[in-house]
């Protein structure tokens, strides 16, 4: 290992030289109404042919030579800053940028804008707008992340109603999801029916599909990265929304004017309310809560704290009484080490909490994850050609599957628990991006990763290490009997996993408006969601991998062409191909809740996917939107560990649960005037996959089914278009008070979309028949927005 990361530094440091009469030029770029910096603007230097982007937090670093030079300073949706910079010795300058409507003499500028994306070595990346994402029409007209994610091509989910996404055919375990940096174990309010991001209060957001970059780990799929805004230092300001069935309200200002300021925003809906006057004793709802503050301590040094809180509550009647939901905090100190030179440290807690009542029994049910995360990042601008990143990264994990309480004298029920599982999770990374050249770059980098997985008060021992057995007489896997117990202290370890995970993204450009890319990256995942159902449940548990499961490991590559037309359209075609292995696949009859010694109905296996992207975008004019389309397959296998077994589905290739050959999606947005807005979607994919019984035979008056191959037949295919229009009335110039009314109409044709296929024998006609369940039908909403 030594070895390698001498040879790593040796490969970097040989890039650099000395470079006489360079000066450093850094900041922060901000938008100027609120004081909010702003990720990934473009800082460009057109007679140079040089630039680079501001990151996560708004700063910029780049070395020029002695002289005066002009700069753009440009982001989607404000004006564009021309000017000019005397650069004689290392300079600080901050931007503040105006949103574009709000500018009357918006500077116009004749080069591409957008030339830096197209050389950039990042591909398979995402990014919408809050702005955007609050436009589209969703159910209930509640404004939704992951529902306006799903419009992008190679993101996908189980269907109407089913919790998180699923991205290039990978499962939803597989989605790293981070708030202010903080890991979210279930981004689903009311079992998927609304995500839990509050749209208020996110800043901006990126999805990597592929080509991640080394600083992230830990999942196999994508990594959804939500950053919420710091809150406004200058002006006290309040909005909100009033719908049908929830409502938000944030609130920010200064604390300090310009020097510090907080965030609280929280949202709940109360459609259960209405149920209180039938008399339905019945509850569902959710609410969730936002805060933050920012204190600048001085031109260098920034101290932020985060957090966020949700829980979903559900009650049928007094008899069941279910909550869960997360909690996360963060506290981050920004530091500008030297003027090239941008660190941020970061303390992190995550918890999961599942719980559940059942007085009908007499018990109560409790489980989730907990985490503390420690990790230091550092972004080291070293020259115009080299940007180095590295950093290190440590969490420790307690799972608990789930611990019984009586809740009265009288239940009967005795206390118990499950094992508590405990882990450490270890990773150090380094990055660099490298401009060769102005038509060719490159991304590449390392992460190191080691995971211990330590011990706990019983561990299960089984013959040869097998806690799965394979009944030759019956043509079955069955539970393997433990041979003894094992017990370790916590703080040692049990097993240990240590992986290398390279990067690599090149990009080529053949001029300012196309180029092609390639990526490759291998990733490992320790922790594995324990589901065997499309959709994962509140109720499934996380496990950590260790004696009788190892990590998921995925090795990806992609391709892709990328083409700007003017400044107005934009073409992104891609096609990827990715392996995983150890990927979980449970034997038939597997119980998995409250399980504990779930390794006794786990086999290993593998997965592929592989695909074609194309998303085309407007992205000027009146009228804006895009066109996505996937292509793909998503498999999975779990072969016979022996000759003589035969595995799942006789150790074939079979769909995931979650494939879907053909996605596609239209979304457009037309600014009619300043009052009238109006948007719309298309969505057509095929029906998910699912297996159906082909037969049936009598035994001792019991009619026993005979099914089809795992998940060889398909739902019906699944189209709906949804419509809304958003009016603003005109502002009154004597007053800060601003509004809009959303009206919407989700599934405006009734498509009889199958959430799922059940049979019966009709009781009439003696024959069998398919009963199709569906959730929605025409969904009408309306939503008052406000800002003040």
């Known amino acids: 290992m030594r070895k390698i990361l001498l040879v790593f530094f040796l490969f970097v440091f040989s890039f650099l030289h000395a470079q006489e009469e360079f000066y450093v030029l850094n900041g922060v770029v901000k938008e100027a109404e609120n004081n909010e910096t702003l990720n990934g603007v473009n800082i460009l230097f057109p007679e140079l042919q040089r630039g680079t982007v501001t990151n996560e937090y708004g700063f910029y670093s780049i070395k020029l030579p002695q002289g005066k030079h002009r700069i753009l300073i440009s982001y989607l949706g404000f004006a564009t800053i021309s000017t000019e910079v005397d650069i004689n010795s290392d300079l600080h300058m901050d931007f503040e940028l105006i949103p574009a409507a709000e500018d009357l003499e918006e500077i116009v500028i004749s080069e591409d804008l957008e030339r830096l994306n197209i050389r950039k070595p990042e591909m ?28 992008l091509p190679g993101v996908s989910n189980a269907g109407e109603a089913s919790s998180g996404f699923n991205v290039r055919g990978g499962a939803v375990d597989q989605n790293l999801i981070l708030l202010d940096e903080a890991t979210l174990y279930n981004s689903s309010h009311l079992f998927g029916l609304f995500s839990v991001f509050n749209p208020d209060a996110i800043k901006n957001l990126k ?16 990594v959804l990265d939500i950053y919420q805004k710091d809150g406004n230092s200058r002006n006290f300001e309040v909005n909100g929304g009033i719908g049908l069935i929830s409502s938000r309200l944030l609130a920010q200002g200064p604390i300090q004017k310009n020097k510090s300021s907080f965030l609280v925003g929280g949202r709940s809906s109360y459609a259960h ?55 996360v905090f963060n506290l981050r100190w920004n530091k500008i080490l030297k003027d090239n030179i941008f660190s941020n440290l970061s303390m992190i807690y995550s918890d999961y909490y599942y719980g559940l009542t059942l007085d009908f029994v007499g018990f109560n049910w409790n489980s989730g994850i907990k985490n503390l995360n420690f990790k230091y990042d550092i972004d080291h601008f070293i020259n115009e050609k080299i940007n180095l990143d590295y950093g ?21 029920i005795s206390p118990s628990e499950l094992t508590k599982k405990y882990a450490f999770e270890n990773a150090i990374y380094f990055s660099m991006e490298h401009t060769f050249s102005e038509a060719f770059s490159a991304e590449y980098g390392i992460r190191y990763s080691n995971f211990l997985r330590l011990g706990q008060d019983e561990l299960n021992l089984y ?21 003894g117990t094992k017990r370790l202290s916590h703080g040692k370890v049990e097993k240990s996993f240590d992986n290398l995970e390279p990067r690599l993204a090149l990009a080529y450009s053949f001029n300012e408006k196309q180029s092609v890319k390639l990526s490759y990256n291998r990733m490992t995942q320790y922790l594995h969601l324990i589901t065997n159902t499309s959709s994962p449940t509140p109720l499934d548990v996380w496990t950590p991998s260790g004696r009788y499961i190892e990590p998921q490991q995925l090795d990806q590559v992609a391709a892709g062409y990328f083409q700007t037309f003017s400044q107005n359209y934009s073409l992104e075609v891609e096609t990827f191909y990715k392996d995983i292995t150890n990927r979980l696949d449970y034997i038939d009859g597997a119980n998995l809740i409250a399980n504990n010694a779930i390794e006794q109905v786990i086999l290993t296996g593998e997965a592929r996917a592989y695909g074609l992207e194309i998303l085309l975008r407007k992205n000027n004019g009146r009228l804006t939107g895009w066109l996505a389309y996937t292509l793909s397959t998503s498999e999975q296998r779990t072969p016979g560990r022996t000759k003589t077994e035969p595995g799942i589905n006789n150790s074939k290739w079979y769909s995931t649960a979650y494939d879907k050959p053909h996605d596609f999606s239209l979304t457009g947005n037309y600014e009619l005037n300043e009052k009238w807005e109006f948007s719309a979607n298309f969505v057509y994919q095929t029906g998910l996959p699912t297996t159906f019984p082909t037969a049936q035979y009598k035994f001792e008056n019991l009619t026993i089914p005979v099914y089809s191959r795992r998940n060889s037949n398909r739902l019906p295919d699944y189209h709906r278009l949804d419509i809304s229009a958003t009016y603003t009335p005109g502002k ?23 959430v799922s296929l059940s049979f019966r024998n009709n009781e009439d006609t003696g024959q069998n028949e398919a009963l199709r369940l569906s959730l929605f039908g025409i969904v009408p909403s309306v939503t008052y927005n406000f800002k003040f």
Do not use: M
Not at 207 to 222: C, D, E, H, Q, T
Not at 399 to 404: D, R, S
Not at 464 to 480: C, H, S
Not at 732 to 754: C, E, H, P, V
């Open 273 to 327: 309310l209405f149920l209180k006057l039938t008399d339905n004793e019945n509850t569902a709802y959710f609410y969730d809560l936002n805060t933050k503050l920012t204190f600048k301590l001085n031109d260098r040094n920034t101290l932020l704290f985060s957090g966020y809180f949700g829980r979903d509550v559900f009650k049928i009647s007094e008899s069941f009484n279910n909550v869960y939901g997360n909690a």
């Open 207 to 222: 999805l990597y599909k592929g080509g991640i970059p080394a600083n992230y780990g830990g999942r196999v799929s994508s």
């Open 124 to 151: 398979s990346v995402n990014k919408l707008e809050i702005e955007t994402i609050q436009k589209l029409p969703v159910v209930f007209g509640e404004v939704d992340v992951i529902k306006s994610l799903l419009l």
């Open 392 to 412: 290190l990264q440590s969490t420790w994990y307690e799972f608990n599957p789930g611990e019984i309480e009586p809740n009265s004298k009288s239940s009967g």
């Open 463 to 483: 013959p040869n290490e097998q806690a799965v057995n394979y009944n030759d007489t019956f043509g079955i896997y069955e539970k393997a009997e433990p041979t």
């Open 732 to 754: 009154n110039n004597n007053r800060n008070y601003q509004s809009s009314w959303n009206f919407g109409i989700y599934n405006l044709y009734a498509r009889k979309n199958a």
